[in-house]
């Protein structure tokens, strides 16, 4: 099956700073979606993006996937940042959740 | 407003009793799913529907079974529950086919004993 990784696994800021978050994927997927977990253990939907780049206020994603990686772009971060961001690749109705990036952003 | 249902929201159960997790969507979404959050495995696809009787196994379907008999619900059945089985559920649903945004519930936390 596919095989998803992110990178890294987990990631501390101090609260203003810029990060990226990196998946990558094994094989050719239709597929790809971004989510953030806030501490409360809701899944948020941030983008969803099997290609090209997209950007939504402070977060901007960009996916290559002829060389199956996606990039997670968070700038001027803030504590409601924190917790853990999965990415999901799939082809069809299956869906494979990388293990998650959690980001703990201090005030 | 636009949301996932799940219910209930928490349940604890003894091995062996059969119990339904319920998942309603409001969007009229083609494409509903459900996964399993464990501590140091992550999220896991149990099971998926394209549409009006049409389910598929994902990653862990064993122990548990679906139905799509109606758009807006898929609830996940287990019909005899084993501790292993104790996990963090969650109900998602996208339209076209999985090809769009998913949207997730807000989860079933379900201890079996």
């Known amino acids: 099956g596919i095989q998803v990784e992110q990178s890294p696994p987990d990631l501390i800021l101090q609260e203003g700073a810029n990060s990226t978050l990196r998946c990558n994927f094994s094989?050719?997927?239709?597929?790809l979606q971004w989510f953030h977990q806030n501490p409360w253990g809701q899944l948020i939907n941030l983008f969803y993006i099997p290609s090209g780049t997209k950007q939504n206020g402070r977060l901007s994603a960009t996916t290559v996937a002829t060389e199956r990686y996606s990039l997670l772009y968070i700038s001027s971060s803030q504590t409601t940042d924190s917790g853990v961001y999965f990415c999901?690749?799939?082809?069809?109705?299956?869906?494979?959740f990388g293990q998650g990036t959690e980001l703990s952003v201090k005030p | 407003e636009a949301q996932v249902t799940q219910n209930p929201r928490y349940l604890i159960t003894v091995t062996g009793k059969k119990l339904t997790v319920t998942c309603s969507q409001n969007m009229n979404h083609e494409y509903m799913s459900w996964y399993r959050q464990d501590p140091g495995l992550g999220l896991r696809q149990i099971y998926y529907?394209?549409?009006?009787?049409?389910?598929d196994k994902g990653d862990v379907p064993e122990g548990y079974k679906v139905s799509r008999k109606e758009k807006r619900n898929f609830p996940l059945i287990l019909e005899s529950p084993s501790p292993n089985q104790t996990s963090l559920y969650f109900c998602a649903s996208s339209g076209q086919g999985a090809g769009e945004k998913l949207f997730f519930g807000s989860g079933t936390q379900l201890s079996v004993l």
């Open positions: 999901a690749v799939g082809r069809g109705g299956k869906l494979i």
């Open positions: 529907s394209m549409n009006v009787e049409v389910t």
């Open positions: 094989d050719s997927v239709n597929n």
